[in-house]
Nanobody, 118 residues
Framework: QLQIVESGGGLVHVGGSLRLSCAAS????????MSWFRQAPGKEREFVGR????????YYADFAKGRFTVSGDKYKNTVSLQMRSLKPEDTAVYYC???????????WGQGTQVTVSS
């Protein structure tokens, strides 16, 4: 199994920046993609961005393009989410997830709270 731990959440003012980190441990050799999701109060969890280990390609949700950057180190099994120009609507619990090749299983972290105050 994989264990996922996020860190770096907190309170930030509108227009500010925040960097979230995620570390995977355990059976990491089969990890193919690491992603970030978020869930705001009363809303469904939504995709933010991801990185594919095989080619380091990244992909983002429309709201994240130009403001958020996903980066990672597949050898250290770590991934980060750099967020800039934060808005109140970015307030959510942010989750890191790792997809396991072959099983189709997605492992989730416990989430980290990001609050953007106006």
């Amino acid at each position: 199994q994989l264990q996922i731990v996020e860190s770096g959440g907190g309170l930030v003012h509108v227009g500010g920046s925040l960097r979230l980190s995620c570390a995977a441990s355990g059976r990491t050799s089969g990890t193919t993609v690491m992603s970030w999701f978020r869930q705001a109060p009363g809303k469904e969890r939504e995709f933010v961005g991801r990185i594919t280990w095989s080619d380091s390609l990244t992909y983002y949700a429309d709201f994240a393009k130009g403001r958020f950057t996903v980066s990672g180190d597949k050898y250290k099994n770590t991934v980060s989410l750099q967020m800039r120009s934060l808005k109140p609507e970015d307030t959510a619990v942010y989750y890191c997830a790792a997809d396991e090749q072959g099983t189709g299983v997605r492992y989730w972290g416990q989430g980290t709270q990001v609050t953007v105050s106006s």
